[in-house]
Nanobody
Framework: QVQLVESGGGLVQPGGSLRLSCAAS????????MGWYRQAPGKQRDMVAT???????NYADSVKGRFTVSRDNANNTVYLQMNSLKPEDTAVYYC?????????WGKGTLVTVAT
């Protein structure tokens, strides 16, 4: 069973930065596409950023220019660098690992942007 463990969440003031990490237990990590999703209270889970096995990134319009997704295949880890954070970025952030019909999710890490 694959495990995805997110870390790096916490409380940050508006305008601040955080870097989320997601470590995967699977040794074949490099062949999977990876994604970051978020879910605010009372809302659906939405895509934030994705990165393919080849390193191509895609972002939600709301985070373009502020967030950067990257991956370290040697350490089976995907990152989400979040800058210029806004209160509306407050959510539980989930890591997703997928390939074809196979999908794995982490348990999430809470990001709270508030004064």
């Amino acid at each position: 069973q694959v495990q995805l463990v997110e870390s790096g969440g916490g409380l940050v003031q508006p305008g601040g930065s955080l870097r989320l990490s997601c470590a995967a237990s699977r040794s074949s990590f490099s062949i999977y596409d990876m994604g970051w999703y978020r879910q605010a209270p009372g809302k659906q889970r939405d895509m934030v950023a994705t990165i393919t096995s080849g390193g191509s990134a895609n972002y939600a319009d709301s985070v373009k220019g502020r967030f950067t997704v990257s991956r370290d295949n040697a350490n089976n880890t995907v990152y989400l660098q979040m800058n210029s954070l806004k209160p509306e970025d407050t959510a539980v952030y989930y890591c997703k690992m997928y390939r074809g019909y196979i999908t794995y999710w982490g348990k999430g890490t809470l990001v709270t942007v508030a004064t």
